[in-house]
């Protein structure tokens, strides 16, 4: 059984999300973690782990839209954070790649968000794409020996693995470990320790092959683990088994 810990739901893609939660669960996926990326997407993810019993939400502003984190949005998301099963915090961090926002609007998002986290005891999924130097010198900065959590779709290089090894932060990959030129993010994934590893669709972006360019799914993950599986040298049973334990142990569920 496995856990998708990081989807996007609330996209109109879903709309029809029964058949994508049965197709997951015929495919093994036992839990999701919604991430969220605006306001609507929070109260959408808090919606979505109301209605159904496998979906766990995560709330917070992405990057792309710093500008938006004022007093009154960090209450909001506040709020929602209180709101049952919401397990982190998320998503965060910095995006120097699209690059939407000032690096300095980005950066005071993110340490609203990291603080946020710890005040709440939560875990934090981080966004970190072409702001890896950055990313590490803010979360330096703002933890206060509270933090744990995430890096998702994980783009960074061994620097970044060293850092989440060294304040004990998981790893999580996504769809683009099946892509033929993806060899940085193979890499990553044979130095992260399966100890530290979680999975994660991000759907409905980056479908693994042979869904490349198609909406990715929750019921996606099977071929992401069986590439990583490939890569550890082990079975997937026991890709599974490790991430879905590191799943619950991070987001409590
Ligand atoms: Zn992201
Ligand atoms: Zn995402």
């Known amino acids: 059984m496995f856990i998708d810990t990081h989807a996007h739901l609330t996209m109109p893609e879903f709309k029809d999300i029964d058949i994508y939660l049965l197709r997951a669960k015929n495919a093994g996926i036992e839990a999701i973690v919604n991430a969220s990326f605006d306001l609507d997407s929070s109260i959408g993810s808090v919606d979505l782990a109301k209605r159904f019993n496998e979906i766990y939400a995560a709330v917070a502003i992405h990057p792309h839209d710093a500008d938006l984190v004022d007093d009154k949005m960090i209450a909001a998301i506040k709020d929602l954070a209180a709101e049952q099963k919401v397990v982190a915090i998320g998503e965060t961090g910095l995006d120097y790649y699209r690059n939407l926002k000032p690096a300095e609007v980005q950066q005071r998002a993110f340490r609203v968000f990291l603080r946020l986290a710890q005040e709440l005891d939560k875990p934090v999924i981080i966004h970190c794409r072409d702001a890896q130097d950055d990313t590490i010198k803010i979360m330096k900065e703002e933890n206060r020996g509270a933090l744990r959590g995430v890096f998702h779709c994980f783009a960074g290089d ?96």
Do not use: Q
């Open 158 to 253: 061994e620097a970044l693995v060293r850092f989440a090894e060294e304040i004990s932060f998981y790893i999580s990959f996504t769809g683009n470990v099946t892509f033929k030129k993806a060899h940085e993010v193979r890499e990553n994934a044979a130095r992260t320790p399966i100890t530290k590893m979680l999975l994660e669709t991000d759907c409905p972006y980056l479908a693994p092959d042979p869904f490349r360019g198609k909406t990715n799914e929750p019921a996606y993950i099977p071929y992401i683990a069986s590439e990583i599986a490939k890569i550890k040298n082990i079975s997937v049973e026991e890709l599974a088994a490790a991430t879905t334990r590191n799943a619950r142990a991070l987001f409590n569920i």
